[in-house]
């Protein structure tokens, strides 16, 4: 299983970092863990071609993390014409939000006559699905955002990839890193409290007890972005756009 970085960032651009996007390809299909606004942009700089994603997988319901489905469907209708079937799998009322975002920033988008069918389906929490040639299992974890946030249990080629959208530190989080080949972990703080996030302090905490043979550290807010030399454990890396792993 092949993972490139699209979207390192947190909500705010921290770094020059883009938004929440990960690409993941396995038995010669492609998917996209989360659509932060500026996907389109990490897929074009990084030549990954759009039309290429089956799937689109959202861990919640925040703009940093799916906002970017508007610009994926107008780019795929005006700019190159895809007919491949889309399919996007997140938390319940996804497909509602997206027409609200789609509505509110491109009048009638919602009702252009695509080439291609766009299908919505919801998570149901510690279910795994066979998505594409990879196996989902969404684990609900703690953020408001208007509708239950989730972490990502993805298995392909006999790897295991989880990802832990957006949370403050929740146990549950350990069940679905366990044995994880990469456990790609949101880091928004250092360590003063993370609020709805994580801070480094939290996971170094956990490091043993999550068993992930990698972590990689995302979503880094400024004062974590301040601190990454603090961060010396020879299983953790730093994400950055652009970074491709075999898992
Ligand atoms: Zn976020
Ligand atoms: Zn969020």
Not at 18 to 44: F, K, P
Not at 138 to 147: C, K
Not at 167 to 185: F, G, H, N, R
Not at 206 to 229: E, P
Request: with cysteine.
């Amino acid at each position: 299983m092949k993972l490139t970085v699209v979207g390192s960032g947190d909500a705010f651009g921290s770094g020059g970092r883009l938004q929440s996007c990960y690409h993941l390809e396995a038995e010669g299909r492609e998917l996209l863990l989360d659509c932060g606004a500026t996907a389109i942009i990490g897929m074009q700089r990084l030549g990954l071609d759009p039309d290429r994603v089956s799937t689109i997988v959202i861990s919640h319901l925040h703009g940093d993390h799916f906002a970017g489905l508007v610009w994926f469907l107008l780019h795929a209708h005006y700019v190159t014409g895809r007919t491949a079937p889309l399919r996007v799998v997140g938390p319940e009322s996804i497909e509602e939000r997206f027409a609200a975002a789609a509505e509110a920033l491109f009048p009638q988008s919602t009702k252009i006559d695509r080439r291609f069918e766009m299908t919505f389906d919801t998570h149901l929490g510690g279910v795994a699905r066979q998505i594409d040639g990879f196996r989902i299992t969404p684990f609900e974890v703690s953020h408001p955002s208007g509708a239950p946030p989730y972490a990502l249990r993805v298995e392909a080629e006999g790897k295991v990839l989880t990802f832990s959208g957006d949370t403050k530190w929740v146990d549950v989080l350990l069940e679905a890193a366990a044995d994880a080949d990469l456990y790609i972990s949101e880091c928004y703080g250092y360590d003063a409290e993370g609020g709805h996030h994580m801070t480094w302090r939290d996971i170094a905490q956990n490091l043993d007890r999550l068993g992930a043979r990698r972590v990689l550290l995302t979503h880094m807010g400024r004062g974590m972005l301040s601190h990454v030399s603090q961060v010396t454990d020879p299983r953790v890396l730093l994400a950055e756009d652009g970074l491709r792993l075999e898992i």
